[in-house]
C-alpha cells in the first residue's frame, strides 16, 4: 500500500493513499482583472457573487475557506485568494480562486479539478459552501 503525507497547516498531516497533484493551471491569477472562465464543466465551477463592498466579502469569506477541508492558502491578497485543496483518500489536488471585483460589485469565484476529466460535483459544493458563508456574513 502506497502511503503519503500532505501537509496541510503547520503541525498538522493528513495521510492519503495517493497525492494526485497535478500541474497547476495555467490561467490561474488575475486576466484582464477577472479570473478565467471554467476550460470545462466536467471538472471546473464558476460564479459569480454579487455584494455590496466586494473587498469587505472577500475578507469576510477568509475564514470559511480556511475551514474547508484540506484547504492550504497559496496567495492572498490585492482582492484575491488562491488556495489549493486536497483530498482526504486520494490526495487529488483542487485550485480555488476567489477576486473581489470592485467594479462589478461581484466576487469572483472558481474552483478547478487539476486532474481527471470530472469532479464528481466536489468543486461545485465547494463553491456552494462558501456561498452560504457568504450569506451568512
Not at 459569480?48 to 473587498?55: G, K, L
Not at 486536497?86 to 460589485?105: C, K, M, N, P, Y
Request: with cysteine; charged share 20%; net charge negative.
Amino acid at each position: 500500500m502506497l502511503l503519503a503525507l500532505v501537509f496541510t497547516a503547520p503541525g498538522a498531516a493528513r495521510a492519503s493513499l495517493l497525492h494526485l497533484e497535478g500541474a497547476p493551471p495555467p490561467d490561474l491569477g488575475l486576466h484582464q482583472e477577472h479570473i478565467s472562465p471554467c476550460p470545462s464543466p466536467a471538472h471546473c465551477a464558476r460564479e459569480d457573487w454579487s455584494v455590496t463592498n466586494p473587498a469587505a466579502a472577500l475578507e469576510k469569506l477568509l475564514p470559511a475557506v480556511l475551514a474547508l477541508e484540506g484547504i492550504e492558502i497559496v496567495e492572498t491578497g490585492s482582492g484575491y485568494i488562491h488556495a489549493t485543496a486536497t483530498s482526504r483518500i486520494f490526495g487529488f489536488v483542487d485550485d480555488l480562486e476567489l477576486h473581489a471585483a470592485a467594479a462589478d460589485g461581484v466576487i469572483e469565484a472558481r474552483s478547478l479539478s487539476r486532474v481527471g476529466d470530472s469532479d464528481l460535483g466536489v468543486n461545485g459544493r465547494r463553491l456552494a459552501t462558501l456561498r452560504r458563508a457568504l450569506e451568512a456574513a
